[in-house]
């Protein structure tokens, strides 16, 4: 007999520190970028030496003397500056990598195995044997091409009033070379779509509406506004806006009762996300 009392404590445990997680990386990653900042802005005194030389000769006109700090390729640190411990990133792209399909691999783990210790059936996140389909995946690709498109019209809105989405934590998980975006495409953006939503629509909308009989549109606001809570690392524009992503998801898990086509559907959008704007 499904305990359904100890599953849902057993969410609640996790959910906490999920969100404290979350805390805790928006932390690390201001504190990343404010550093990022500090050595932007960062120029060292010029040299004490003879008086400039005039910038008045024309292009080409073969003076190859008078250097100066634009020669340099962008990015790369000025002759005169050190490389100080500031400068060096908190992790490595790789390393981001990994410690996400870590933790989230480890917590959907976690999750499951709670899950069939309590006995809870498989209907109740909404994977009942019908669900797994090919019918399934094809709503999600259409739903997910759809949330995208919406997405970026509500951050083409919000820029016009003043409200810039923030983009550091999507740009340090960017890959950099072509293996990296295959592990990002083939198992990163899976295990966080996979988890996210048997966490956020699977537990906390299907499990609990089906063991403890909560008015389900009411379980909808919740979780989205914890979804939203829980991407903390994306600023407050970021959480608005995945909570609101989260309310649509979950307005579909329910009209569908199919987690198969929610998880497809937040795994298209991410990879939109990062196709779009990242592999320029």
């Not at 060292?44 to 190859?64: C, L, N």
């Not at 390729?73 to 500031?86: F, L, N």
């Not at 608005?240 to 987690?259: D, H, P, Q, S």
């Amino acid at each position: 007999m499904a305990e359904w009392s100890t599953f849902l404590a057993a969410v609640t445990v996790l959910l906490v520190v999920l969100l404290v997680l979350a805390r805790i990386s928006a932390a690390v990653l201001d504190d990343a970028i404010a550093s990022a900042d500090e050595s932007t802005e960062y120029s060292p005194e010029p040299s004490r030496g003879p008086p400039a030389q005039s910038t008045d000769e024309p292009i080409g006109s073969g003076h190859t003397e008078r250097t100066t700090v634009f020669d340099e390729p962008a990015g790369s640190p000025s002759i005169h500056q050190q490389p100080t411990e500031r400068d060096q990133p908190v992790l490595s792209t790789p390393a981001l990598l990994a410690n996400v399909v870590g933790t989230q691999g480890l917590f959907a783990v976690i999750l499951l195995a709670v899950a069939w210790y309590t006995e809870i059936p498989a209907w109740a996140f909404g994977l009942a044997a019908d669900a797994r389909s090919i019918a399934a995946v094809g709503v999600g690709v259409l739903v997910g091409v759809v949330f995208y498109i919406l997405s970026e019209a509500t951050v083409r809105v919000g820029r016009r009033y003043g409200m810039e989405p923030p983009t550091a934590l999507r740009e340090a998980l960017a890959p950099e070379t072509p293996a990296g975006w295959i592990v990002l495409f083939a198992v990163v953006l899976p295990v966080i779509a996979g988890f996210e939503e048997l966490l956020f629509r699977g537990a906390l909308i299907g499990v609990v509406h089906a063991g403890f009989e909560v008015p389900v549109w009411l379980l909808a606001v919740g979780s989205s506004v914890v979804f939203g809570l829980g991407h903390g690392a994306q600023g407050r524009v970021g959480i608005l806006v995945t909570g609101l992503l989260g309310l649509g998801l979950a307005a579909v898990f329910i009209w569908t009762g199919n987690l198969l086509v929610v998880i497809v559907a937040h795994y298209v959008i991410n990879a939109l996300e990062f196709a779009v704007h990242e592999r320029g």
